[in-house]
């Protein structure tokens, strides 16, 4: 196959599915693959961290939208995605970083664990209620995706009583990260308006009333005299913080489980702790990473010897740079003892994931409580993934705990 035919194949639902012999494939053309003009696909280990490690590449901003989507303005998501650091270059970049980055502490995602591990064990009480006669329980539903979003609303200082309803709203925003056509943007601006609308009210309760919360330190810094950090600024990335960490550290954690499901052993491992709960999170993240590519607006350069030019569209496929043959092993066995790690799976250089910590911890703790809880956990039907490239994981895990 040509690379277009592996491309065009990795757009069908099997591609979609198992997408790492479509992968092999294209390690098979070369590390940086011109697939159209102007756009260049680039699935090299090395490659790809260069390209993350190089400020000539550009995340698509403002500028870019105006050119590929000139009415970005009339939606309401897109006006607050264009505050996300997570879009944004150059100085602007650096400086709303760093201003999280004084809020998103080390020390305050170490304060979290005794928490998580508080909410992972609620969660798994209500499991082993539920699952006690044997019957199937749902794990994405039931832990996947209530951890993590939990785990967001406590770091950032939202209310328990505010929290259920934000699962579907943070999920309906989280789908600006890969809509495949126009009609879902509607669903997708009504929940930008009304997390914004519900973080505008936050903020103006703790402005009178600050709590060891991220939001708290965070107006802390936007209200000093010279507004280093806007009010708008600083609420869309609230939105961000909550859309980018939560179903990416749900599918960290359905993909893990499915990796224990086939392979009881190693699950067993992780139980017992002869298998590094640590190591074992950084190998599914290599194995199979919740988020498989990002992009860049390129530059007059080379990648790997392929011409790159000024505004080409280069797609980094992180998840093909976890499976390079030429960084890893055995690319395609998951050994959590590999000493090869490094997975590409937070990104690199100026835009690495802030929340990589927080993910990391989350997953360290909780795969050791579920298997330790529950040694006779085991598959009870076959798992559905979702349909999507970008973000990978699952929509269903069922499982049964007794
Ligand atoms: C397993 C879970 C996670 C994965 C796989 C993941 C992956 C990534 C990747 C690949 C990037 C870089 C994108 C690029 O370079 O274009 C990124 C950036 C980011 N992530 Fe994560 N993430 C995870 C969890 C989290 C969590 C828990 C949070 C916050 C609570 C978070 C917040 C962010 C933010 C704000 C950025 C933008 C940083 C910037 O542009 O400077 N992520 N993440």
Request: aromatic share 8%.
């Amino acid at each position: 196959m040509d690379a277009v035919e592996i491309l065009t194949a990795l757009g069908t639902p099997q591609g979609r599915a198992n997408p790492y012999p479509l992968y092999a494939d294209l390690h098979g053309l070369g590390e940086a693959i011109p697939v159209a003009p102007g756009v260049v696909v680039v699935v090299g280990y090395d490659a790809i961290s260069g390209i993350l490690r190089d400020s000539g590449f550009r995340v698509s901003d403002e500028d870019r939208f105006d050119q590929d989507f000139p009415g970005w303005r009339d939606n309401p998501v897109f006006v607050q995605a264009m505050d996300w650091i997570l879009n944004l270059n150059g100085p602007k970049h650096a400086r709303i970083r760093s201003l999280i980055a004084r809020a998103f502490t080390a020390r305050r995602v170490a304060n979290l664990a005794p928490a998580i591990g508080r909410m992972a064990d609620d969660l798994l009480d209500a499991i082993a209620d539920s699952g006690a006669d044997g019957s199937a329980v749902e794990f994405m539903h039931d832990f996947a995706y209530l951890l993590p979003v939990t785990v967001i609303c406590e770091l950032i200082g939202i209310p328990e009583s505010d929290r259920a309803g934000f699962r579907p709203v943070a999920r309906d925003l989280a789908r600006v990260f890969e809509f495949d056509d126009s009609t879902q943007l509607p669903a997708i601006n009504a929940a930008a308006v009304e997390l914004l609308a519900y973080f505008t009210g936050l903020a103006a309760s703790r402005r009178h009333d600050p709590r060891d919360d991220l939001i708290s330190d965070l107006l802390a810094v936007s209200d000093t005299a010279d507004g280093r950090l806007s009010d708008a600024e600083l609420l869309h990335n609230l939105t961000l913080l909550l859309v980018a960490g939560f179903e990416t550290t749900t599918n960290l954690l359905g993909n893990g489980l499915q990796v224990i499901l086939q392979h009881p052993e190693i699950g067993a491992g992780v139980g017992d702790g002869s298998v590094s709960a640590t190591a074992f999170v950084e190998e599914v993240l290599r194995y199979d990473s919740p988020v498989q590519l990002t992009s860049r607006v390129g530059y007059d350069t080379k990648i790997a010897d392929v011409k790159v030019s000024d505004g080409d569209a280069v797609t980094t496929v992180l998840g093909a740079g976890n499976r390079d043959p030429r960084r890893f092993a055995d690319p395609d066995v998951f050994r959590p003892t590999r000493s090869d790690g490094g997975p590409l799976s937070f990104g690199g250089g100026a835009h690495f994931c802030i929340g990589a910590a927080l993910a990391r911890l989350e997953g360290g703790i909780a795969f050791p409580r579920l298997l330790r809880r529950f040694p006779l956990l085991s598959a009870a039907g076959a798992p559905v993934r979702r349909e999507t490239l970008l973000l990978r994981g699952y929509d269903e895990l069922p499982v049964t705990i007794a």
